[in-house]
Nanobody, 116 residues
Framework: QVQLVESGGGLVQPGGSLRLSCATS????????MAWYRQAPGKQRELVAS???????NYRDSVKGRFTISRDNAENTAYLQMDRLKPEDTAVYYC??????????WGQGTQVTVSS
């Protein structure tokens, strides 16, 4: 059974930074594409960033240059460094691990609130 545990969310002022972590159990982390999604109230869940097992990254346009996704295969952990945060970044952030379309797992989510 694979479990994902997110941490690092919280309340931050506009322009501030947060670093989210996603710790995973099991032994498939190194085979997986890791991704961060977010869901704001009343909106659909959207992909924020992803990283392949080889380290190739992809970002949604609104976070390019501000967010950085990374992974540590030795620690089975993925990260999302978020800088220059904006109020529109406020959402619940979810970690996703995907090996195949059928083999995908989600974390429980962590709240990020950007407000003065």
């Amino acid at each position: 059974q694979v479990q994902l545990v997110e941490s690092g969310g919280g309340l931050v002022q506009p322009g501030g930074s947060l670093r989210l972590s996603c710790a995973t159990s099991g032994n498939i982390f190194r085979l997986a594409v890791m991704a961060w999604y977010r869901q704001a109230p009343g909106k659909q869940r959207e992909l924020v960033a992803s990283i392949t097992r080889g380290g190739d990254t992809n970002y949604r346009d609104s976070v390019k240059g501000r967010f950085t996704i990374s992974r540590d295969n030795a620690e089975n952990t993925a990260y999302l460094q978020m800088d220059r945060l904006k109020p529109e970044d406020t959402a619940v952030y979810y970690c996703n691990l995907r090996v195949t379309v059928q083999t995908t797992y989600w974390g429980q989510g962590t709240q990020v609130t950007v407000s003065s």
